[in-house]
Protein backbone atom coordinates (compact mmCIF):
# COMPACT_ATOMS: atom_id res chain seq x y z
CA UNK A 1 0.00 0.00 0.00
CA UNK A 2 1.91 3.56 -0.81
CA UNK A 3 1.71 5.42 2.06
CA UNK A 4 1.18 9.02 1.10
CA UNK A 5 4.14 12.31 0.56
CA UNK A 6 6.38 11.51 3.08
CA UNK A 7 7.79 8.34 1.87
CA UNK A 8 9.84 7.38 -1.17
CA UNK A 9 8.82 3.34 -1.09
CA UNK A 10 5.88 1.50 -0.84
CA UNK A 11 4.86 -0.05 2.68
CA UNK A 12 4.29 -3.96 1.18
CA UNK A 13 5.69 -7.48 1.33
CA UNK A 14 9.00 -8.38 -0.15
CA UNK A 15 10.50 -11.45 -1.07
CA UNK A 16 13.60 -10.99 -2.76
CA UNK A 17 16.52 -11.96 -1.03
CA UNK A 18 19.58 -12.02 -3.96
CA UNK A 19 22.01 -9.61 -5.21
CA UNK A 20 21.07 -6.27 -7.24
CA UNK A 21 21.75 -7.45 -11.03
CA UNK A 22 24.18 -5.61 -13.47
CA UNK A 23 21.91 -3.55 -15.27
CA UNK A 24 18.71 -3.30 -12.57
CA UNK A 25 17.82 0.36 -11.27
CA UNK A 26 19.13 0.86 -7.46
CA UNK A 27 15.84 2.06 -6.77
CA UNK A 28 14.29 -0.77 -8.05
CA UNK A 29 17.16 -2.77 -6.33
CA UNK A 30 16.45 -1.17 -3.07
CA UNK A 31 12.28 -1.40 -3.92
CA UNK A 32 12.16 -5.34 -4.18
CA UNK A 33 14.98 -6.36 -1.83
CA UNK A 34 13.97 -8.00 1.50
CA UNK A 35 17.72 -8.19 3.04
CA UNK A 36 17.76 -6.00 6.47
CA UNK A 37 20.59 -3.91 5.25
CA UNK A 38 18.75 -2.74 2.51
CA UNK A 39 15.70 -2.20 4.71
CA UNK A 40 17.54 -0.24 6.89
CA UNK A 41 18.15 1.67 3.84
CA UNK A 42 15.13 2.31 2.94
CA UNK A 43 14.00 3.43 6.31
CA UNK A 44 16.57 5.99 6.05
CA UNK A 45 15.79 7.27 2.58
CA UNK A 46 12.24 7.62 4.14
CA UNK A 47 13.35 9.44 7.11
CA UNK A 48 15.35 12.13 5.32
CA UNK A 49 12.46 12.24 2.95
CA UNK A 50 10.33 13.19 5.30
CA UNK A 51 12.22 16.18 6.64
CA UNK A 52 12.59 17.41 3.34
CA UNK A 53 10.46 20.54 2.37
CA UNK A 54 6.69 19.42 1.12
CA UNK A 55 7.06 21.73 -1.79
CA UNK A 56 9.97 20.10 -3.69
CA UNK A 57 9.14 16.07 -2.56
CA UNK A 58 7.30 15.42 -5.96
CA UNK A 59 10.08 17.14 -8.19
CA UNK A 60 12.50 14.85 -5.66
CA UNK A 61 10.32 11.70 -5.41
CA UNK A 62 9.58 11.49 -9.56
CA UNK A 63 14.00 11.51 -9.88
CA UNK A 64 14.70 9.06 -7.18
CA UNK A 65 12.02 7.11 -8.18
CA UNK A 66 11.12 6.56 -12.01
CA UNK A 67 14.94 8.15 -13.39
CA UNK A 68 17.91 6.27 -14.25
CA UNK A 69 20.75 5.75 -12.25
CA UNK A 70 22.51 8.86 -12.89
CA UNK A 71 19.15 10.82 -11.51
CA UNK A 72 18.82 8.30 -8.93
CA UNK A 73 22.40 9.29 -8.15
CA UNK A 74 21.77 12.96 -8.04
CA UNK A 75 19.30 13.28 -6.50
CA UNK A 76 19.69 11.03 -3.50
CA UNK A 77 22.85 12.79 -3.21
CA UNK A 78 21.30 16.08 -2.71
CA UNK A 79 18.70 14.76 -0.35
CA UNK A 80 21.81 13.39 1.82
CA UNK A 81 23.18 17.41 2.08
CA UNK A 82 19.76 18.47 2.77
CA UNK A 83 20.15 15.95 5.90
CA UNK A 84 23.66 16.59 6.25
CA UNK A 85 23.07 20.57 6.70
CA UNK A 86 19.52 20.18 8.72
CA UNK A 87 21.64 17.72 11.71
CA UNK A 88 24.46 20.40 11.35
CA UNK A 89 21.72 22.96 13.03
CA UNK A 90 20.95 24.56 9.12
CA UNK A 91 17.86 26.00 8.80
CA UNK A 92 17.52 25.24 4.66
CA UNK A 93 15.60 26.25 1.61
CA UNK A 94 16.06 24.47 -1.75
CA UNK A 95 16.54 26.34 -5.20
CA UNK A 96 16.53 29.59 -3.83
CA UNK A 97 16.54 32.84 -5.81
CA UNK A 98 19.44 34.63 -6.28
CA UNK A 99 19.43 38.29 -7.35
CA UNK A 100 21.48 39.09 -10.64
CA UNK A 101 21.67 35.15 -11.80
CA UNK A 102 19.31 32.77 -13.64
CA UNK A 103 20.67 29.84 -11.98
CA UNK A 104 19.39 29.17 -8.74
CA UNK A 105 21.64 26.89 -6.23
CA UNK A 106 20.13 23.71 -4.95
CA UNK A 107 20.18 25.11 -1.37
CA UNK A 108 20.55 28.37 0.67
CA UNK A 109 21.32 27.18 4.61
CA UNK A 110 20.97 29.68 7.39
CA UNK A 111 22.21 29.52 10.81
CA UNK A 112 21.31 32.04 13.55
CA UNK A 113 24.58 32.61 14.25
CA UNK A 114 26.58 32.49 11.28
CA UNK A 115 24.26 33.63 8.62
CA UNK A 116 24.03 32.29 4.99
CA UNK A 117 25.48 30.10 2.42
CA UNK A 118 24.49 28.34 -0.47
CA UNK A 119 25.25 24.73 -1.78
CA UNK A 120 25.42 23.37 -5.49
CA UNK A 121 25.85 19.88 -5.69
CA UNK A 122 27.24 18.07 -8.74
CA UNK A 123 28.10 14.40 -9.46
CA UNK A 124 31.45 14.00 -10.90
CA UNK A 125 32.17 10.35 -12.75
CA UNK A 126 33.91 11.54 -16.23
CA UNK A 127 31.77 9.19 -17.97
CA UNK A 128 30.98 10.33 -21.25
CA UNK A 129 27.90 9.33 -23.13
CA UNK A 130 30.01 7.20 -25.18
CA UNK A 131 31.26 5.51 -21.98
CA UNK A 132 27.90 5.33 -20.34
CA UNK A 133 26.67 3.28 -23.58
CA UNK A 134 29.20 0.75 -23.06
CA UNK A 135 28.50 0.45 -19.64
CA UNK A 136 24.97 -0.38 -20.11
CA UNK A 137 25.86 -3.05 -23.22
CA UNK A 138 28.69 -4.53 -20.90
CA UNK A 139 26.15 -4.95 -18.07
CA UNK A 140 23.34 -6.66 -19.89
CA UNK A 141 26.27 -8.96 -21.09
CA UNK A 142 27.59 -9.76 -17.26
CA UNK A 143 23.34 -10.18 -16.65
CA UNK A 144 23.40 -12.74 -19.23
CA UNK A 145 26.42 -15.00 -18.15
CA UNK A 146 25.31 -14.49 -14.45
CA UNK A 147 22.67 -16.98 -15.46
CA UNK A 148 25.24 -19.73 -16.08
CA UNK A 149 24.47 -22.94 -14.03
CA UNK A 150 27.71 -23.51 -12.93
CA UNK A 151 27.88 -25.36 -9.28
CA UNK A 152 31.12 -26.27 -9.28
CA UNK A 153 32.84 -23.17 -10.57
CA UNK A 154 32.91 -19.52 -10.35
CA UNK A 155 34.00 -17.53 -13.51
CA UNK A 156 37.49 -15.20 -13.20
CA UNK A 157 37.07 -12.28 -15.96
CA UNK A 158 39.68 -10.40 -17.04
CA UNK A 159 38.38 -7.21 -19.20
CA UNK A 160 40.25 -4.96 -21.50
CA UNK A 161 38.14 -2.54 -23.24
CA UNK A 162 34.54 -1.90 -24.03
CA UNK A 163 32.33 -3.13 -26.59
CA UNK A 164 31.12 -0.71 -29.28
CA UNK A 165 27.92 -2.44 -30.01
CA UNK A 166 25.59 -5.37 -28.30
CA UNK A 167 27.61 -8.58 -27.69
CA UNK A 168 26.11 -11.66 -28.15
CA UNK A 169 25.95 -12.86 -24.52
CA UNK A 170 23.73 -15.77 -24.70
CA UNK A 171 25.87 -17.63 -27.71
CA UNK A 172 28.83 -16.25 -25.34
CA UNK A 173 27.22 -17.91 -21.92
CA UNK A 174 26.22 -21.38 -23.81
CA UNK A 175 29.51 -21.79 -25.27
CA UNK A 176 31.20 -21.30 -21.75
CA UNK A 177 28.88 -23.43 -20.58
CA UNK A 178 29.87 -26.29 -22.61
CA UNK A 179 33.75 -26.02 -21.70
CA UNK A 180 32.86 -25.69 -17.82
CA UNK A 181 30.94 -29.19 -18.16
CA UNK A 182 34.11 -30.58 -19.96
CA UNK A 183 36.51 -29.21 -16.55
CA UNK A 184 37.56 -31.82 -14.21
CA UNK A 185 37.11 -30.16 -10.71
CA UNK A 186 40.07 -32.36 -9.17
CA UNK A 187 42.66 -31.40 -11.46
CA UNK A 188 41.39 -27.67 -11.78
CA UNK A 189 41.59 -27.20 -7.87
CA UNK A 190 44.81 -29.07 -7.81
CA UNK A 191 46.12 -26.32 -10.21
CA UNK A 192 44.86 -23.36 -8.62
CA UNK A 193 46.32 -23.80 -5.31
CA UNK A 194 50.13 -25.01 -6.52
CA UNK A 195 52.48 -23.06 -8.28
CA UNK A 196 50.80 -24.47 -11.69
CA UNK A 197 48.00 -21.60 -11.18
CA UNK A 198 48.61 -20.87 -15.12
CA UNK A 199 48.17 -24.13 -16.34
CA UNK A 200 44.09 -23.40 -15.42
CA UNK A 201 42.52 -23.31 -18.77
CA UNK A 202 40.95 -19.72 -20.08
CA UNK A 203 38.74 -18.87 -23.01
CA UNK A 204 39.25 -15.39 -24.94
CA UNK A 205 35.95 -13.39 -25.75
CA UNK A 206 36.70 -10.86 -28.15
CA UNK A 207 34.09 -8.81 -29.47
CA UNK A 208 34.44 -4.72 -31.26
CA UNK A 209 36.61 -3.94 -29.09
CA UNK A 210 35.84 -5.45 -26.54
CA UNK A 211 37.91 -8.46 -24.81
CA UNK A 212 37.57 -10.96 -22.23
CA UNK A 213 39.87 -13.62 -20.63
CA UNK A 214 37.62 -15.89 -18.96
CA UNK A 215 39.17 -18.56 -15.97
CA UNK A 216 37.35 -20.63 -13.79
CA UNK A 217 37.94 -21.07 -10.75
CA UNK A 218 36.91 -24.04 -8.47
CA UNK A 219 34.48 -23.18 -5.76
CA UNK A 220 35.17 -24.72 -2.00
CA UNK A 221 32.96 -23.25 0.43
CA UNK A 222 29.59 -23.01 -1.80
CA UNK A 223 30.29 -26.14 -4.35
CA UNK A 224 27.24 -27.83 -5.61
CA UNK A 225 25.10 -25.05 -4.23
CA UNK A 226 22.62 -23.80 -7.16
CA UNK A 227 21.81 -20.18 -7.58
CA UNK A 228 23.87 -17.19 -7.32
CA UNK A 229 26.19 -15.43 -9.74
CA UNK A 230 28.34 -17.43 -12.21
CA UNK A 231 31.20 -14.18 -12.09
CA UNK A 232 33.08 -14.40 -9.20
CA UNK A 233 35.95 -11.97 -9.37
CA UNK A 234 36.18 -9.39 -12.25
CA UNK A 235 39.13 -7.21 -13.08
CA UNK A 236 40.15 -4.39 -15.48
CA UNK A 237 43.42 -3.52 -17.42
CA UNK A 238 44.63 -0.31 -15.51
CA UNK A 239 44.63 2.43 -17.51
CA UNK A 240 45.79 5.76 -17.00
CA UNK A 241 42.74 7.37 -15.76
CA UNK A 242 42.88 11.13 -14.19
CA UNK A 243 40.12 10.86 -11.52
CA UNK A 244 40.98 14.31 -10.49
CA UNK A 245 39.81 16.24 -13.92
CA UNK A 246 36.36 15.42 -13.86
CA UNK A 247 36.47 16.77 -10.20
CA UNK A 248 38.17 20.26 -11.56
CA UNK A 249 35.78 20.64 -14.63
CA UNK A 250 32.62 19.68 -12.11
CA UNK A 251 33.63 22.65 -9.95
CA UNK A 252 34.64 25.34 -12.77
CA UNK A 253 31.37 24.59 -14.16
CA UNK A 254 29.02 25.02 -11.50
CA UNK A 255 31.30 28.00 -10.26
CA UNK A 256 30.68 29.81 -13.57
CA UNK A 257 26.67 28.83 -13.11
CA UNK A 258 27.19 30.83 -10.07
CA UNK A 259 29.09 33.90 -10.31
CA UNK A 260 26.93 36.46 -8.99
CA UNK A 261 26.14 34.83 -5.25
CA UNK A 262 25.43 37.00 -2.18
CA UNK A 263 26.56 35.08 0.23
CA UNK A 264 29.74 31.86 0.60
CA UNK A 265 29.08 29.18 -1.73
CA UNK A 266 29.97 25.66 -0.94
CA UNK A 267 30.26 23.04 -4.22
CA UNK A 268 29.80 19.83 -3.15
CA UNK A 269 31.13 16.82 -5.49
CA UNK A 270 29.99 13.26 -5.25
CA UNK A 271 33.03 11.62 -7.00
CA UNK A 272 32.23 8.37 -8.19
CA UNK A 273 34.58 6.90 -10.41
CA UNK A 274 36.01 3.86 -8.72
CA UNK A 275 39.20 5.03 -8.94
CA UNK A 276 39.14 8.52 -6.96
CA UNK A 277 41.34 9.00 -3.79
CA UNK A 278 41.61 11.47 -1.95
CA UNK A 279 44.99 13.02 -3.41
CA UNK A 280 42.74 13.71 -5.98
CA UNK A 281 41.12 17.09 -4.27
CA UNK A 282 44.34 18.78 -3.98
CA UNK A 283 44.83 18.61 -7.14
CA UNK A 284 41.51 19.34 -8.35
CA UNK A 285 41.79 22.59 -6.78
CA UNK A 286 45.26 23.68 -6.83
CA UNK A 287 46.50 21.79 -10.17
CA UNK A 288 48.37 18.34 -11.22
CA UNK A 289 50.78 17.16 -9.00
CA UNK A 290 54.52 17.23 -10.78
CA UNK A 291 58.04 16.57 -9.37
CA UNK A 292 60.10 19.67 -9.85
CA UNK A 293 63.93 19.17 -10.22
CA UNK A 294 66.37 21.65 -9.61
CA UNK A 295 70.16 20.75 -9.55
CA UNK A 296 71.40 20.71 -6.50
CA UNK A 297 68.54 20.72 -4.39
CA UNK A 298 66.26 17.21 -3.77
CA UNK A 299 62.93 16.81 -5.92
CA UNK A 300 59.95 18.04 -4.64
CA UNK A 301 56.30 17.89 -5.69
CA UNK A 302 54.63 21.08 -6.79
CA UNK A 303 51.19 21.51 -8.68
CA UNK A 304 51.07 22.51 -11.75
CA UNK A 305 48.67 25.73 -10.99
CA UNK A 306 45.94 23.85 -13.62
CA UNK A 307 43.42 23.19 -10.89
CA UNK A 308 39.59 25.06 -9.74
CA UNK A 309 41.40 27.41 -6.99
CA UNK A 310 44.73 28.12 -7.92
CA UNK A 311 45.10 28.96 -11.93
CA UNK A 312 48.54 29.76 -14.13
CA UNK A 313 48.29 33.91 -12.81
CA UNK A 314 46.77 32.97 -9.24
CA UNK A 315 43.68 32.51 -7.31
CA UNK A 316 40.39 31.88 -9.57
CA UNK A 317 36.57 31.54 -9.12
CA UNK A 318 36.96 33.14 -6.09
CA UNK A 319 32.93 33.03 -5.49
CA UNK A 320 33.31 29.43 -4.47
CA UNK A 321 34.37 29.68 -1.31
CA UNK A 322 34.66 25.99 -0.61
CA UNK A 323 34.64 22.37 -2.11
CA UNK A 324 33.02 20.02 -0.09
CA UNK A 325 34.09 16.71 -1.23
CA UNK A 326 32.49 13.13 -1.03
CA UNK A 327 34.02 10.35 -2.60
CA UNK A 328 31.66 7.53 -3.93
CA UNK A 329 28.65 8.26 -1.80
CA UNK A 330 25.76 5.47 -2.31
CA UNK A 331 22.74 5.57 0.26
CA UNK A 332 23.94 2.20 1.01
CA UNK A 333 27.48 3.48 2.19
CA UNK A 334 26.00 6.62 3.52
CA UNK A 335 27.89 6.14 7.33
CA UNK A 336 31.16 5.17 5.58
CA UNK A 337 31.41 8.01 2.63
CA UNK A 338 34.32 9.95 3.28
CA UNK A 339 34.02 13.80 3.14
CA UNK A 340 36.40 16.71 2.86
CA UNK A 341 35.68 20.29 3.08
CA UNK A 342 38.55 22.23 0.97
CA UNK A 343 38.84 26.38 2.26
CA UNK A 344 39.23 28.57 -0.89
CA UNK A 345 42.69 29.81 -0.14
CA UNK A 346 41.31 33.50 -1.57
CA UNK A 347 37.96 33.73 -1.21
CA UNK A 348 36.24 36.40 -1.73
CA UNK A 349 33.56 35.52 1.18
CA UNK A 350 35.09 33.29 3.89
CA UNK A 351 32.97 30.47 5.07
CA UNK A 352 31.77 29.95 8.65
CA UNK A 353 29.75 28.19 10.80
CA UNK A 354 29.11 24.54 11.94
CA UNK A 355 30.02 23.40 8.44
CA UNK A 356 33.72 23.94 9.78
CA UNK A 357 33.08 21.04 11.73
CA UNK A 358 33.59 18.49 8.88
CA UNK A 359 36.73 17.14 7.77
CA UNK A 360 39.23 19.94 6.10
CA UNK A 361 41.95 20.20 3.84
CA UNK A 362 43.87 23.64 4.35
CA UNK A 363 46.40 25.71 2.37
CA UNK A 364 48.23 26.51 5.74
CA UNK A 365 50.49 30.04 5.79
CA UNK A 366 53.16 27.79 4.90
CA UNK A 367 52.01 27.26 1.72
CA UNK A 368 51.53 23.09 3.15
CA UNK A 369 48.59 21.41 2.17
CA UNK A 370 47.04 20.46 5.82
CA UNK A 371 44.52 17.68 6.74
CA UNK A 372 42.34 17.88 9.46
CA UNK A 373 40.54 15.80 10.97
CA UNK A 374 36.63 16.48 12.27
CA UNK A 375 33.29 15.36 12.64
CA UNK A 376 32.58 11.87 10.84
CA UNK A 377 29.76 11.77 8.45
CA UNK A 378 28.06 8.99 10.54
CA UNK A 379 28.39 11.36 13.59
CA UNK A 380 26.75 13.96 11.66
CA UNK A 381 23.86 11.58 10.73
CA UNK A 382 23.79 9.78 14.27
CA UNK A 383 24.44 6.02 12.60
CA UNK A 384 27.08 3.83 13.84
CA UNK A 385 30.16 3.69 11.73
CA UNK A 386 29.08 -0.13 10.68
CA UNK A 387 25.52 0.86 9.04
CA UNK A 388 23.70 -1.29 8.14
CA UNK A 389 24.86 -3.50 9.68
CA UNK A 390 25.22 -6.97 8.55
CA UNK A 391 25.09 -6.03 5.10
CA UNK A 392 27.15 -8.28 2.46
CA UNK A 393 29.87 -6.72 0.20
CA UNK A 394 28.05 -7.91 -3.42
CA UNK A 395 27.70 -4.38 -4.36
CA UNK A 396 28.81 -0.69 -3.60
CA UNK A 397 25.03 0.54 -4.46
Not at 75 to 96: D, K, R
Not at 224 to 250: F, H, K, M, N, Q
Request: hydrophobic content about 40%; charged content about 25%.
Amino acid sequence: MWSGDSRLFETRERDFAGPKTEAERTFDYYDRSTRDDIARVRALLDAWFSRYPVAHRNELRARIRTGGDRAFDAATFELFLHELLVQLGYQVEVHPPVPGQKAQPDFAAVHPVDGKLYIEAVVATGLSEKDRAANARASIFYDVLNELDSRDFFLDLHVKGSPRTPPPARKFRDWIEKRIRELDYDQVLRLQTSESDGDVPSWLFEWEGWQIRVRPVAKMKHRGEPGGRAIGLRSYRAAGVETWRPIRDAIRSKGRDHAAVDAPLVIAVNALNHYTEEIDLPQALFGEEQLEMVRGQPPQVVHARNGAFIGPNGPVYRRVSAVLLARHFYPRLAAKAPLRLALHVDALRPLAGPILELPQLILNAAGCLEWIEGRSTSAVLGLSPSWPENAFDDSHR
